[in-house]
């Protein structure tokens, strides 16, 4: 099965900053990857699907890029309610694994 | 207003069983896949199960294989999970998840929020 990784596994950072997570499939996937958002003590969403098709209603400042088995999710300017653990998800077959998450919080 | 509300949770001792449900509202079920995600405390999400709108492509997570059963039923709008022998490593919370429709794999756009299974002797 493929496996997913995610760079790094929490950071910090203050508001205003740019934010980058990586997220590594261990073989190829095209572009079939998702983002989600985790806040504290919600349910995850959809943030991004084909690699970097913002869904709607999805700030701007969110961005997804990559291709393969190499993915970026990028956070233009990092607001407050940023604050939360970010999960990528390969969908290109079962199973549809997740990452091991990346927690974000503000410095 | 799309709605998922999972029923079923609670406390089960190892080797036991329990039958999650997932009853949606405000779309059509029958043209969506659909998919149970566990997150145990603390941790990370994991897929558990697949089943698409006719039943006939179902899939499971290597963990729980032989011992889940996903099911549904079209007519009354509701997503199963049966979960047999469980196990302590079983314990999290299950959501029922939607998958983006269209021909092929999406990804997840509605979550309901999830129901809490605890095995524990």
């Known amino acids: 099965d493929i496996q997913m990784t995610q760079s790094p596994s929490s950071l910090s950072a203050s508001i205003g900053d740019r934010v980058t997570i990586t997220c590594r499939a261990s073989?190829?996937?095209?572009?079939?990857l998702a983002w989600y958002q985790q806040n504290p003590g919600k349910v995850p969403k959809l943030l991004i699907s084909?690699?970097?098709t913002l869904q709607s209603g999805v700030p701007s400042r969110f961005s997804g890029s990559g291709s393969g088995t190499d993915f970026t999710l990028t956070i233009s300017s990092l607001q407050p309610e940023d604050v939360a653990t970010y999960y990528c998800?390969?969908?290109?077959?079962?199973?549809?694994?997740f990452g091991p998450g990346t927690k974000l919080d503000i410095k | 207003e799309v709605q998922l509300v999972e029923s079923g949770g609670g406390l089960v001792k190892p080797g036991g069983s329990l039958r999650l449900s997932c009853a949606v509202s405000?779309?059509?079920?029958?043209?969506?896949?659909m998919n149970w995600v566990r997150q145990a405390p603390g941790k990370g999400l994991e897929w558990v199960s697949s089943?698409?709108?006719?039943?006939?492509?179902?899939y499971y997570a290597d963990s729980v294989k032989g011992r889940f059963t996903i099911s549904r039923d079209n007519a009354k709008n509701s997503l199963y999970l049966q979960m047999n022998s469980l196990r302590a490593e079983d314990t999290a919370v299950y959501y029922c998840?939607?998958?983006?429709?269209?021909?092929?794999?999406?990804?997840?756009?509605?979550w309901g929020q999830g129901t809490l299974v605890t095995v524990s002797s």
């Open positions: 089943i698409n709108t006719a039943s006939d492509y179902i």
């Open positions: 998800q390969k969908y290109n077959s079962p199973p549809f694994t």
């Open positions: 405000g779309f059509t079920f029958s043209a969506y896949s």
């Open positions: 073989q190829g996937i095209d572009n079939y």
């Open positions: 084909a690699a970097s």
């Open positions: 998840v939607r998958e983006l429709p269209g021909r092929g794999t999406y990804p997840f756009d509605y």
